[in-house]
């Protein structure tokens, strides 16, 4: 820890302007709150990285207010950013056509002032207080966190006067830098000045945006369907997509949770720091599931049950290829019944943890649905069941639910999966402070 790193903690904490928007109004999702970062770019090669920070910032549901230098088109057209952003870009320090002071309304109601790339130039000017351009006189009066990220040729890094910059810019304790780390520069060139990866940026960007009100708990997650053997070529399985699965694994690393995410057999990529167990069949995911939770399911703060796991297996898994020559015009197959993995957990488990979240498909609806849903929660002895209508959730990317718990329903609308994942996380919060 440097000298300075106590002061600085102490003067976040002392000084109100400096902490995200979420943390002063007590850190719960505003119903329509949109957070927001303006993303400042300088003129560097690392640009084409920067776009790739602005397209995971929108996915994550931001806004991003794009802010470019002159040299910064150099490098990326303007019109590829405001694509992206569905923002225009703002570059001119004087419009005619906007009232009141660019530099000071741009960042006021930001959750964070992004400065990616940020060049030997822009540290050095921040370092001396200048601000002969927009993006500079917005750094110069941002009241929200500062974050930075340089990219510049190792030799300018190592220079002396770029790392008095340095110095100087981290000692006002106004300004986080991430990176510049160690690796290839655009000149091929081996050393520390390479921007660091957009994952990392925008993970540290994010962690601005969303309350991180999961720091602490592990939360398991099951996702997708499951697959049953029945020859090498053939299986039984379901319609699952394994996107709500995936939605609420996002969601919990995104507040801070330790998420591990055991998936069926589905081709979506893994959320940013979501540690992934790839399964296939009902008894693959009986075996990881209880090797994740530990056998007296101390490993986890919450189980969140949405895989599709099938109820049935082949009764004979054929090692060759089944011949239609040989089946012959009608034949009969032999299931047997596959563990359920939540009523298990739910048989184990003696306390209050962890909290357990069953989701139940159906093809019932109102009062109905809710019934069905409130006896599998009893059945399995879970905490929570989320309750859907087989044409409200498959294959898409929205879904409408029902929350049940053992004294009440709560209906919600239509919404994104990402958002439900939200309102599950919520209860599963609500579920540990009580
Ligand atoms: N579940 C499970 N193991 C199974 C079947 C289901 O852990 N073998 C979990 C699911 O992940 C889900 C919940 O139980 O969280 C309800 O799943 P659902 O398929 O709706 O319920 P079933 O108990 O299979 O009842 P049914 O198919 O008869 O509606």
Same mark, same amino acid.
């Given at each position: 820890?440097g ?8 003067t ?12 002063v109004t ?12 303006v993303?400042?770019?300088?003129g ?13 910032l929108?996915?994550a549901?931001?806004r ?5 230098t ?10 590829t ?6 923002e ?11 009232p009141?002071?660019?530099?000071v309304? %741009? ?13 030997a130039e ?9 601000a002969n ?6 750094a ?8 930075m990220a340089?990219?510049m ?6 220079h002396?006067?770029?790392q ?10 106004r300004?986080e ?14 050393g520390?000045?390479?921007m ?13 945006c969303?309350?991180?009100?999961l720091v602490g708990?592990?939360i ?7 697959a ?7 299986? %039984?399985s ?5 996107k709500m699965?995936?939605?609420?694994a ?9 998420v ?5 057999p ?16 009902a ?12 056998a007296?399911?101390g ?7 949405t895989?599709a796991?099938?109820?049935?297996r082949p009764e004979?898994r ?10 012959g015009k009608?034949t009969?197959l032999?299931l047997?019944?596959?563990p359920d ?8 488990r ?10 139940a498909l ?5 009062d ?7 006896d ?6 879970v ?18 639910a ?5 004294s ?12 439900l994942?939200?309102h ?6 609500a579920?540990?402070?009580?």
């Open positions: 820890m000298p300075n790193d106590d002061e600085k903690r102490n976040l904490e002392r000084t109100g302007p400096w902490r995200p928007a979420w943390a007590g850190g719960g999702r505003e119903a329509g709150h949109r957070p927001s970062v993303l400042g770019m300088s560097s090669i690392a640009a084409f990285k920067a776009v790739e920070v602005v397209r995971l929108v996915k549901g931001v991003v207010v794009p802010v470019m002159e040299s910064a088109k150099e490098f990326i057209g303007p019109s950013l405001a694509g992206l952003c569905s225009p870009v703002v570059t001119e320090m004087f419009d005619p056509t906007c009141g002071e660019r530099h309304s %741009l960042t006021a109601g930001a959750e964070v002032l992004a400065l990616v790339p940020s060049t822009l540290i050095a000017a921040l370092a001396q207080g200048r351009d927009l993006l500079r006189a917005t110069l009066c941002a009241r929200c966190p500062v974050v340089p990219a040729h190792p030799r300018m890094w190592e002396p006067a770029t008095r910059n340095v110095a100087t810019v981290l000692s006002d304790n300004i830098m991430i990176g510049p780390v160690r690796g290839e520069v655009a000149t091929g060139e081996v520390v000045g390479r660091a990866e957009p994952e990392e940026i925008a993970a540290k960007l994010l962690s601005y969303v309350p991180q009100d708990l592990r398991v997650v099951t996702a997708g369907p499951t049953e053997d029945l020859d090498p070529a053939r299986y %039984l379901n319609r699952s997509s394994g699965g995936f939605a609420v996002e969601r919990a690393a995104a507040r801070g949770a330790t591990i995410l055991i998936a069926g589905v081709s979506l990529p893994t959320p940013q720091r979501v540690k992934r167990v790839d399964v296939r069949s008894t693959n995911m009986q075996k990881a599931l209880w090797e994740v939770m530990g007296d399911l490993h986890a703060d919450a189980l969140v049950m895989a796991v099938a109820d049935y004979e054929f090692e060759y290829k089944m011949k239609r020559a040989k089946v009608t009969t032999g047997v019944a596959n993995l939540l009523a298990e957990v739910g048989a184990v003696t306390g209050v943890r962890p909290v357990l979240v069953g989701f159906e093809t019932l609806v109102d109905e649905l809710v019934a069905a849903a409130r599998k929660l009893r059945a399995k002895g905490d929570l069941v989320v309750a859907n209508h087989a044409a409200d959730a498959f294959d898409r990317d929205d879904n409408r029902t929350l049940v718990t053992l009440g329903a709560d209906p919600l609308p239509r919404m994104p999966k990402t958002e994942a939200d599950v996380l919520d209860a599963i919060v579920s540990c402070a009580g």
